[in-house]
């Protein structure tokens, strides 16, 4: 029975840094429920409203750090090819690929700490201003406080990414997931605590806290000598013998993977913010519970795809291209049956709930909307894996896709949205993502012919 469970998994391509992220990724769809459940019963419709608006303008954070995640663990995926960990985080191996991975990492450190402190000086007003215009006599409960610890917490965690970033690069993409799953863990009970306590708002900043301590903790017990490193990199006077340009190297692909992320922002996140403006808190908690379901989902069927990145790195490095192909198809195909299978399961439960448990059911959009947006998600899983492929060569040829996918979105959320709410918001992203199918395809076979 073992054997064939073991066999059952190796066929769709689970090993442990992909069974640490589904277990994560689980553990998000049952907590998921059980949150959904406390906001429904301890949050009122306005206050549900204020939950996930906070959440859709907390990702304002992808402004501030410019899509630099990605460029580091790329960028770490083709320096440790030629390294190795030994204990507590110290690298052994070339010292001059072990010179320019600390330099990275050290200038890294630098971006995120001057990114951290301008999102706090820029969100807190902003924010401020933002929900004191929205705000109605409907407005019982505090959201001053907890918007300001909501987004000191996000600064805090922006301090701790380019550790992550390179450990991923690294190819150590089993500790990253088992960290992530933890501190999904500990910011969840938090976060119910909190709520259940009638904390209300205190949640995000709780959710938070949880995976700052859960992060700072594997970082001190794990890699020890690698934070020392970074930071005496980062702010010490001598200079390593071999560097990394961050304005020839590192930034002509920053530039660009930061501009899709910001363009990923208008495609992702706008809905919430627009609907609270136009349409309340009442029916922006509507749309913002659906879209925490559908990013749930498709961080799910992404993990398929990411832990792959540092091995297409490796490979591209080392110039195995049937080796790389294969690796890809394989991924893309299990990610994509992961997500139908998800999908329609997610689509009957919800289905039931809203037809037995208006209650509960009357916290989401519609079902035939949530179907509308199960199909761009099905395209973004398609969109995302030529993405992480292309990505891994230390190249953003989506760029233009994304800005042009972005503009698409945002001028149909803004019109559309004023004046059809949810229906016309989720038709015109199923529209829009299906149809950026095609281009992807188009962009990615062009690149993967050029670059051999």
């Known amino acids: 029975m073992s054997a064939f469970f073991i066999g059952l998994l190796k066929t769709f391509g689970v090993n442990r840094a992909i069974a640490f992220g589904v277990i994560t990724r689980m553990w998000s769809a049952l907590a998921g429920p059980l949150t959904i459940v406390l906001i429904a019963t301890r949050f009122s419709k306005v206050e549900q409203g204020y939950y996930y608006t906070f959440s859709s303008l907390l990702a304002l954070q992808v402004f501030f750090e410019l899509g630099?995640?990605?460029?580091?663990?790329?960028?770490?995926?083709?320096?440790f090819a030629f390294l190795s960990w030994e204990e507590k985080g110290e690298i052994t191996g070339s010292q001059e690929h072990r010179d320019r991975f600390v330099d990275l990492l050290g200038k890294g450190v630098k971006w995120y700490a001057v990114s951290a402190l301008l999102l706090v000086l820029v969100l807190i007003p902003s924010g401020f201003l933002f929900f004191a215009q929205s705000s109605d006599t409907s407005v019982d409960f505090s959201w001053r406080i907890p918007w300001a610890l909501a987004v000191?917490?996000?600064?805090?965690n922006l301090l701790l990414i380019p550790f992550y970033a390179v450990i991923t690069g690294s190819g150590d993409v089993v500790s990253?997931?088992?960290?992530?799953m933890l501190g999904g863990m500990a910011g969840s009970v938090l976060g119910w605590l909190v709520i259940a306590c009638g904390g209300g708002l205190y949640a995000i900043p709780a959710v938070t806290t949880g995976t700052i301590i859960t992060g700072i903790g594997y970082l001190f017990k794990s890699k020890r000598v690698l934070v020392r490193t970074a930071f005496v990199s980062a702010f010490g006077t001598k200079r390593p013998t071999h560097?990394?340009?961050?304005?020839?190297?590192?930034?002509?692909?920053q530039w660009k993977?930061?501009?899709s992320w910001i363009s990923g922002y208008f495609i992702f996140q706008l809905f919430t913010p627009v609907l609270f403006k136009f349409h309340g808190p009442v029916v922006a908690g509507q749309m913002g519970m659906t879209l925490s379901v559908w990013n749930a989902i498709l961080s799910t069927c992404a993990i398929w795809m990411t832990v792959k990145a540092p091995e297409f790195g490796r490979l591209i490095s080392l110039k195995k291209w049937i080796e790389l192909d294969q690796e890809f198809y394989r991924a893309l195909k299990q990610s994509l049956f992961v997500a139908l299978l998800i999908c329609s399961s997610a689509l009957s439960v919800i289905y039931f709930i809203q037809r037995n448990w208006s209650r509960f059911g009357e916290r989401l959009i519609p079902t035939q909307y949530l179907l509308l947006m199960f199909?761009?998600?099905?395209a973004q899983v398609i969109i995302n894996g030529l993405a992480v492929y292309l990505r891994a060569h230390k190249q953003e040829p989506f760029l233009l896709l994304s800005v042009f996918g972005a503009l698409s979105q945002g001028v149909c959320v803004i019109i559309v949205g004023e004046k059809f709410s949810y229906p016309g918001i989720t038709l015109g992203f199923a529209c829009i993502n299906m149809i950026l199918i095609f281009p992807a395809y188009m962009i990615w076979s062009q690149c993967k012919k050029s670059w051999r």
């Open 257 to 259: 993977i930061a501009l």
């Open 68 to 79: 630099l995640l990605t460029v580091l663990a790329q960028f770490a995926a083709h320096e």
């Open 176 to 180: 990253i997931n088992h960290r992530e």
């Open 152 to 156: 000191i917490g996000v600064g805090c």
């Open 375 to 378: 199909v761009a998600l099905l």
């Open 243 to 253: 560097t990394v340009s961050w304005w020839t190297e590192v930034w002509p692909m």
